[in-house]
């Protein structure tokens, strides 16, 4: 059976223009194995669409984007245009707009990947992240006061909804139910005093509905810590959209570098398209260089199969991503090797190709 999708691709700013073609290679290759058929439409929305036009998407955008089945993107953001101008401009407005409210963010230690963790357990490092992606500490309700005189304030404000901490919160119970039935939750309730009562408060209670998954709570400060400290006694952390977003950076450290961490913005409903990026930036100093590395754009593909249904297909590239890791000693400048972005995506190609 030959199946087809649209994919809208935005490849952004920096390096995001360089791993993303390297990602779609690798996807239509896995394509063409099992049957699958994307059509591309390659979007350049971006810091550089910005300067031109003064959006960093035109006004119809989310029109365009909704008419596709899934969202592909690099990076966006780049020096010259402020960071929450780009953010609010693109990414924000999709999440919210496709109600991708949770980011799942897998923090996985790749065969033949060193952490810079002295004590790796057996058994590796294999937990997810779920951040809540669509509220939380990233508000715009707030405002600044008496610009520019000695009394200059500014206030910005948290939002937590019922309804918007629940549903995180259920996907996260249920993939935990899928995965070891463990379930951490990010807290602050003793400084925060409530918000994060209100966000401890509802964990409790769907704890309560699902007796069979093992609950816990730390504040996000221990829960750092521990990231480093005992990381296998995680298998999923659900937490709201900062400290989610602090703590993925902080597992795509563990798992060897920022260069492999990807990221699933997903509407679990699929009543809009769910959209897919690695963790990392732009990398601005490293831009135009060809030594991104573009695993994190790969398995955030991988992700995109997987939420497509086409788990195998997933399994296939994975499977060519450890292969070159743990056997072939090509690596990205990252990773302490001397590849370019082209050579790593050649090798993960060519490990396609050879897979059984
Ligand atoms: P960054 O992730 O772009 O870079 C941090 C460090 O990691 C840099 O030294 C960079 O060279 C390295 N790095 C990142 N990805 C890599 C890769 N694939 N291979 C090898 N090295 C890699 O974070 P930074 O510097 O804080 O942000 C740069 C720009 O990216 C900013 O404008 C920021 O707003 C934007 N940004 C955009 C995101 C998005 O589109 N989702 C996420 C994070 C940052
Ligand atoms: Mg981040």
Redesign the pocket.
């Known amino acids: 059976m030959d199946t087809s999708y649209r994919i809208a691709t935005i490849p ?5 223009t360089e ?1 993303v073609p390297a990602a779609v290679d690798v996807l239509e290759r896995a394509g063409s194995r099992f049957g699958i058929r994307f059509e591309w439409s390659e979007l350049e929305w971006s810091c550089e669409y910005y300067a031109r036009t003064g959006r960093m998407m035109p006004e119809n955008g989310l029109d365009v984007l909704r008419e596709h089945d899934q969202i592909f ?7 010259g245009v402020p ?1 929450h101008v ?2 609010w401009g693109l ?1 924000i407005p999709i999440r919210r707009a496709f109600r991708q409210y949770v980011n799942l963010r897998p923090v996985t230690l790749l065969p033949g990947v060193e952490s810079p963790l002295r004590e790796v357990p057996a058994g590796g490092l294999d937990f997810v992240v779920v951040r809540e992606n669509n509220e939380g500490e990233y508000s715009e309700v707030g405002g600044r006061l008496y610009r520019g005189t000695p009394q200059e304030a500014a206030i910005q404000e948290s939002v937590f909804t019922r309804r918007g901490v629940e549903r995180v919160m259920r996907y996260a119970f249920d993939l935990a139910r899928s995965r070891k039935s463990r379930l951490a939750s990010a807290t602050k309730s003793n400084g925060i005093i409530h918000s994060m009562p209100f966000w401890d408060e509802i964990f409790r209670e769907l704890g309560a509905e699902h007796p069979d998954v093992k609950t816990s709570d730390y504040h996000i400060d221990a829960l750092a810590a521990l990231f480093v400290l005992d990381p296998t006694r995680f298998d999923v952390v659900v937490a709201s959209n900062l400290f989610g977003d602090i703590l993925t950076d902080l597992g795509a450290a563990i798992i060897g ?3 492999f961490a990807p990221s699933a913005n997903l509407n679990p409903e699929r009543e809009f398209p769910s959209m897919f ?10 831009a135009g260089t060809g ?4 695993i ?2 790969v398995w955030a593909g991988a992700m995109m199969l997987e939420h497509l249904g086409h788990a195998d297909a997933a399994t296939a590239v994975m499977g060519a991503v450890s292969h070159v890791l743990a056997e072939t000693g090509v690596r ?3 990773l302490g090797g001397t590849a370019s972005t082209q050579e790593m995506t050649a090798e993960l190609l060519k490990a396609l190709d050879q897979e059984v």
Request: net charge negative; glycine share 20%.
């Open positions: 952004g700013d920096g390096i995001g791993v993107l690099g990076a966006v953001g780049y020096p960071d780009s953010l990414l570098s920022i260069g990026e690695p963790v990392h930036g732009s990398a601005p100093d490293i030594r991104a590395n573009p994190g754009q990205t400048r990252d």
